[in-house]
């Protein structure tokens, strides 16, 4: 019986990477996080109120307890209404309500590092995600749109939990909290500097 | 990069759309331009034409008076008089005529900007205000670019014609949902007045 056991491990030794550390969850996580985020410095300048509207998904893939890695997209949209107002331009004046809206698409490359075992009861980490967003700026004047579409640079540093439904479920809560930054100009916005927090679900699929 | 790009359309298709609530008063913008380094003190009389230019891509030009066409000239002569311009008839030699134009751009998603309509049939000829064989001069272009209504007021300089052309000092668009609807008259010639503060008599 022993060495049946031994040599299942030994099978298992051989099937590479996934056997580097003891295995709680299989490799390959999804997650979905709904997210709310709030802008922050110029962006403030642009729309101040926070989004609601938003969510993030992302894949990462554990090569060991501790250290992960991924890919992550998502979408949050940024929305205000401005009333009535007179605008100064080049030549003369404009007189509009404005709808302000800002819609973001990252996708982003992530390293997730774990700061408990994998068979703990919370799992607290710290991660960082770089890569590239999609920023369409649209602000309407009346029903006349003023529109820009960019890719930019996006960075963001992020702090988290995990909690297992059950010890060694692959299902887990996940709650997290980013820093967005980005050094995207367009009009009044200098740089994007956001906070968001996200609340999902992740899954050990495979 | 082609998948991600459909991704993001894909994803976008979840966003709020601004203009599904949007009201059509909310709609409309009035947009003033103003010719650089003139100053609006030193002219003291004006005249307006007698009926409004109705221009068209659908090639249909003319002039009319109808009761919103009535409602706009008095609106906007009051306006003037209100600033200390004094309205006289043509033939009493102002100091700048206005011109008003209905745009009618709904035909097709050409666009117009008025170095362009103002040499079509139906917008006032610088004949009309005694300039036979002048052309009209635009400091700056503000196009009408979209299939929409559009309404515009243009001041024409008849004091200092340059070259053989009559150069319009300030001109003010109306656009957006409503703005060939009478009962918007009044409130789109105060806000364009109101927010041209230099166009007075008085400094």
């Not at chain 1, 550390?21 to 729309?47: C, M």
């Not at chain 1, 990462?60 to 605008?87: C, I, M, T, W």
């Not at chain 2, 990069?1 to 949007?22: E, F, N, R």
Request: with cysteine; glycine share 8%.
């Amino acid at each position: 019986m022993k060495s049946l056991k031994n040599g299942i491990l030994l099978i298992i030794a051989c099937m590479g990477i996934q056997t580097a550390f003891a295995q709680v969850r299989s490799p390959l996580s999804v997650n979905v996080d709904y997210s709310i985020a709030q802008p922050l410095g110029s962006l403030k300048d642009y729309t101040d109120k926070t989004s609601f509207r938003g969510w993030s998904a992302g894949l990462q893939y554990h090569l060991n307890d501790r250290l992960s890695v991924g890919l992550r997209s998502g979408y949050q949209e940024f929305f205000q209404k401005l009333p009535r107002a007179v605008y100064h331009t080049d030549g003369g004046e404009i007189s509009a309500v404005q709808t302000r809206t800002l819609q973001v698409v990252p996708l982003l490359a992530t390293a997730q590092y774990q700061l408990a075992k994998p068979d703990a009861v919370v799992i607290p980490y710290v991660g960082l995600a770089a890569g590239a967003a999609s920023m369409e700026y649209n602000k309407f004047y009346g029903e006349f749109s003023d529109k820009y579409n960019n890719w930019q640079f996006m960075a963001s540093p992020e702090i988290g939990i995990n909690i297992p439904f059950g010890k060694g479920s692959p299902l887990l809560f996940n709650a997290s909290v980013q820093y967005m930054y980005s050094p995207y100009k367009m009009q009044e916005i200098t740089s994007y500097n956001v906070v968001q927090a996200n609340v999902g679900l992740r899954l050990h699929i495979n | 990069m082609s998948a991600m790009l459909g991704l993001a359309v894909s994803i976008s298709s979840c966003s709020k759309d601004p203009l599904k609530d949007m009201t059509d008063e909310e709609s409309r913008i009035y947009v003033t331009n103003r010719a650089n380094g003139v100053d609006f003190t030193s002219y003291k009389t004006f005249s307006i034409a007698d009926s409004v230019a109705v221009i068209s891509n659908s090639g249909k030009n003319e002039r009319a008076l109808t009761d919103y066409d009535k409602k706009l000239i008095a609106d906007v002569s009051a306006a003037m008089t209100a600033r200390g311009y004094t309205l006289v008839g043509k033939s009493a030699k102002p100091d700048l005529a206005v011109n008003l134009t209905r745009i009618d751009n709904t035909y097709s998603a050409i666009y117009y900007d008025p170095g362009y309509w103002s040499g079509i049939g139906g917008y006032y000829d610088p004949f009309y205000w005694g300039y036979p064989g002048y052309g009209y001069f635009w400091p700056s272009y503000y196009q009408v670019y979209q299939r929409e209504r559009a309404v515009s007021i243009d001041l024409i300089d008849l004091k200092n014609p340059k070259n053989n052309e009559l150069v319009a000092i300030w001109n003010a668009m109306l656009r957006g949902s409503g703005v060939w609807d009478i009962a918007n008259v009044d409130s789109m010639v105060t806000a364009v007045f109101a927010q041209s503060t230099y166009l007075t008599t008085s400094k």
